[in-house]
């Protein structure tokens, strides 16, 4: 009888991971992007190749873009007439070479109605669609047909010869743009600019298999070592989708610590000036605000005179600063910023001396120069908030005694910066009176316009509005439930006659922690008809990803609170988290911070969801060891929830797992494992992250240890059933005939093996899964009709394979999925680094089919029992991040009990007598 207690903890651990996956993939902001829209229909002329790359590339093609009249003059001659700058799309994992049509027709459409004297050549790459997030054999592969690619393209100019291609890579492909430049043959300037896409840089979403992780280290240990010297001609842009995109979260797109940072950019979507939309994971191919800005960066990056991608990094790098960072308020950057400004006597010169003001009208019949005193009293600090379209629009002066106004001004506009909403071009500044000690006011310029104009002025002390706040702790947050999750702490009173806070938020320093800023109105002294609206901004100091909110005047603004990546080490610790809030002047406000559980479960599967497969097996061998010792002394086995129940428990292995993690990390071992050659243990990529704590390990095996055995109940239960509807089915089946099904269950694991060898290992690897279920269903069912303890215990020893074989089922999968794909081209998957593992599983596995007593080799037990601790332990030191390591410790495992079931059957000279087991 199973306790409540235990059926209690399970549903907990469960419900946590149910929840923090519900909210992982549903709670973020509903989809704020528009679409591109075509006017002519689009074409992919595919350019040839060559008999050679066509024999040695089958899967791939190269293709060129166009629509319209444009594509029909591609069509009509053989000769592909191309003449402008060459851009080269690379799609990712199971992506399309049709994904490039929004960045190609927004390029071809913007060229023809703004008449430039240039054109952009959009080409793009068939990879047969694929899976090369999965499964890292193609990659190389892929890499080195880029690399022809780049080569042919440049070949097709004539006229106005390009010398150098943008690459635009979408998620894997981004990668495969980087590593072009490790392939000793490619020319590495022929390639000076790359723009990724929701690109996974800093490490593999997960690490399913060795050679992506060999080619991520590759890659990224060859631009660590060369950002300086060969790559130093090459600008990087990185841009992560936020929240919404699921399967690569923001952390991994970041190129911190692997480009030199003079030379690259890495920004979310939430953070992109005239954006501020978070992206899923293919929305970031044709979202319009973010095509609209990389185009307009892509058109300003071309050099007039040669009409060609510039060769000045610096100026490549002012412009896409300009369009993904922090744009001051222009929708192209300017040539130029004015140093002084020329203030004319006839534009009234209008003194603001209220230290918070407003200037709103629906149309503006003539200029105005706003002047505001800075010899204010208690003031030291200005905040403007304006949408006049203009370029200088704001600057400071200083007053000459016994004149009236000034005349110039120093221009301070190139300081602003946009924010929300899209295409508003409001513009916020900041100015800090110390920094200009000899000014005496600030001049916002107010021009004629037929729009609504907004112009809002804060004089301030940064002592009233410079704020901090520590968070409420994990502790505070139960002792006020459920207050802190439904109505939350009052924080701040936000009052009339002022337009800006900023809030430190100390505490905010873990990625687990989460709560919600909502900004609730008050009362208004006015009715507000021309106000834009209120907004909050999140601001992560050592990162470029800012978060916003906006509300209109009388709505509820509500703002997430929770870190996309974690810097670890900080450059600065006494940076904390900044909570900045920008509200209508004349309004109040109250501003609370409510607690937000289940986004820390969503943060908490975003982050370590892909540590658990490692511990959910180490809890599983856990009990095979249990059942080990069991046998050898019984000759009896419990079945598996038994076995976790008697031996999984974390301080019977984790304690061990922390002195070994120790000694590794040890300098002086750490040489000594590097001279071996031997990897680095998987905490230390946490780590560098932040995200690992000495409590993370217990944390994760606590809630693995309910997961699996309600998972081991679920496949218990799936086996009963099976069996009870395989006996209904098959009972008209002669007894005689089930001698004939052992034979072809024989066959069915001689081919697997083969297919394993020869085919594809993971092929191999499903036959043999199947074989093994159809024997337990077997088995299962005699143990309802036989009180046999001997059929009992191959049952419940066979589950406990069962589960941890499907592991390597699992992690596999992705292999076969890209053998099928490529069938048309080759009946043999290549490049599979698990091949090795693939045959030696199925090889095992299929021994302890046949050899299915395991009763028989209970004395070697002594020896295995220990072996597949320590291989338990290995597994955590080395599994937890790099997932394909799983293989290899369930491959030892099975390697381990089929070698001892093999020696005592040669040693005694016994073989399987099927009558007497179906008698039994």
């Excluded at 880029?146 to 010398?163: A, D, F, Q, T, W």
Aim: hydrophobic share 40%; aromatic share 12%; charged share 20%.
């Amino acid at each position: 009888m199973v306790s409540p207690w235990k059926i209690g903890y399970c549903v907990v651990c469960v419900g946590i991971i149910v929840y923090g996956i519900w909210d992982y993939l549903s709670n973020f902001q509903k989809n704020k992007c528009l679409m591109t829209y075509m006017f002519e229909m689009p074409e992919y002329i595919q350019i040839p190749l060559g008999k050679r790359l066509k024999e040695k590339y089958p899967r791939y093609r190269l293709f060129i873009y166009g629509e319209g009249q444009y594509a029909r003059k591609l069509e009509s001659n053989r000769k592909v007439p191309v003449n402008g700058v060459p851009v080269l799309f690379i799609p990712g994992n199971a992506g399309s070479y049709r994904q490039a049509r929004s960045l190609a027709s927004v390029a071809h459409r913007r060229a023809n109605d703004k008449r430039y004297s240039f054109h952009f050549n959009y080409y793009t790459i068939d990879f047969n669609e694929e899976l090369s997030a999965l499964f890292g054999g193609m990659l190389q592969s892929q890499t080195e047909f880029v690399h022809e690619c780049v080569k042919k393209i440049l070949s097709l100019y004539e006229y106005n010869k390009p010398s150098s291609v943008v690459l635009v890579g979408h998620s894997m492909g981004g990668m495969i743009a980087r590593a072009l430049f490790t392939l000793p043959e490619f020319e590495q300037s022929f390639v000076n600019t790359i723009i990724t896409q929701a690109t996974p840089h800093q490490a593999p979403v997960i690490s399913l298999d060795r050679m992506i992780a060999t080619y991520y280290n590759s890659v990224n240990n060859y631009w660590r070592t060369h950002s300086n010297t060969t790559l130093k001609h090459v600008t990087v842009i990185s841009t992560g989708g936020g929240f919404r995109d699921v399967l690569v979260r923001n952390e991994l797109t970041s190129l911190r610590g692997i480009t030199d940072p003079d030379l690259s950019i890495s920004t979310s979507t939430m953070s992109v000036p005239n954006a501020w939309v978070s992206t899923d994971h293919l929305c970031a191919v044709w979202c319009k605000q973010m095509v609209m800005l990389t185009k307009r960066a892509m058109f300003d990056i071309i050099d007039p005179a040669t009409l060609q991608v510039t060769i000045n990094t610096d100026e490549r790098m002012n412009v896409f600063k300009h369009h993904f960072l922090s744009n001051p308020g222009t929708k192209k950057i300017p040539d130029y910023w004015k140093v002084e400004i020329q203030l004319y006597e006839e534009i009234p010169w209008v003194v603001k001396k209220e230290k918070t003001w407003e200037f709103a009208k629906k149309r503006v019949a003539e200029d105005y120069y706003y002047a505001v005193p800075m010899d204010q009293e208690g003031v030291n600090s200005f905040v403007a908030i304006s949408n006049v379209d203009l370029q200088d629009w704001i600057c400071i002066c200083k007053l000459e005694r016994n004149e009236e106004r000034c005349k110039t001004c120093k221009s301070l506009s190139q300081k602003g910066k946009i924010i929300p909403t899209f295409d508003s071009y409001r513009k916020i500044i900041h100015i800090d009176y110390k920094d200009y000690p000899e000014m005496t006011h600030v001049v916002l310029i107010i021009t004629a316009a037929p729009t609504q104009v907004e112009v809002m002025g804060d004089s301030y002390n940064k002592d009233y509005r410079h704020l901090s706040y520590k968070l409420p702790s994990v502790p505070d947050i139960v002792m006020t439930y459920p207050e802190s999750v439904t109505k939350g702490v009052s924080v701040l009173t936000l009052y009339n006659d002022s337009l800006f806070y900023n809030l430190q938020l100390k505490g905010l320093d873990s990625v687990l922690r989460a709560y919600t800023a909502q900004l609730v109105p008050k009362h208004c002294t006015s009715k507000k008809d021309l106000h834009e609206g209120n907004m909050m901004s999140l601001h992560v100091p050592w990162s470029q990803e800012d978060v916003y909110s906006f509300s209109r005047v009388n709505e509820i603004g509500n703002l997430s609170i929770k870190l996309q990546s974690l810097a670890s080490p900080m450059e600065d610790t006494n940076e904390s988290v900044e909570l900045r809030i920008y509200i209508d002047p004349t309004c109040s406000y109250q501003l609370k911070i409510i607690a937000a559980p289940t986004e820390s479960l969503g943060q908490f599967i975003r982050f370590y969801g892909g540590l658990f497969p490692s511990f959910m097996l180490a809890i599983l061998l856990m009990g095979l060891v249990f059942q080990l010792h069991q046998i050898r002394r019984e000759r009896k086995c419990a079945d598996i929830i038994e076995a976790i129940s008697s031996f999984g428990a974390p301080y019977k292995i984790l304690p061990v797992v922390v002195i070994f993690r120790f000694i590794l990390n040890n300098e002086s071992f750490e040489a000594l494992i590097t001279s071996f050659g031997l990897p680095q243990e998987d905490s230390r990529e946490l780590t560098k992250s932040g995200l690992y704590s000495a409590a993370l390990p217990l944390m994760l095996y606590i809630i693995s240890l309910g997961v699996v055995n309600v998972h081991c109940y679920l496949l218990i239960m799936a086996l009963h059933i099976f069996s009870k509807v395989a006996a209904v089915l098959f009972r008209w089946i002669p007894s005689l005939l089930f001698t004939f099904f052992e034979k072809i269950k024989v066959l069915l694991l001689t081919l697997a093996i083969l297919t394993s060898c020869i085919l594809c290992g993971s092929l191999g690897i499903i036959i043999s899964y199947i074989c093994f279920v159809i024997q337990l269903a077997r088995l299962c069912h005699l143990t309802r009709v036989s009180n046999n303890g001997n059929i009992a215990t191959k049952f419940n020893f066979g589950v406990t394979i069962l589960l941890i074989f499907l592991w390597v089922v699992v992690l596999s999968f992705p292999a076969s999925i890209s053998w099928a794909k490529n069938l048309r081209y080759t009946f043999i998957l290549l490049d599979d680094s698990n091949k090795l593992m693939s045959v030696l599983s199925v090889l095992s596995i299929s021994c302890l089919i046949v050899l299915d007593n395991p009763i028989s080799a209970r004395e070697s037990y002594l020896y295995l029992a220990p072996g597949v601790y320590v291989v338990n332990v290995l597994l955590l030191l080395y599994g937890m991040v790099s997932v394909y390591r799983i293989i290899y410790a369930v491959t030892s495992v099975l390697l381990g009990l089929a070698v001892t079931r093999i020696i005592y059957y040669l040693k005694n000279g016994q073989h399987i007598d099927i009558e007497q087991e179906k008698s039994d």
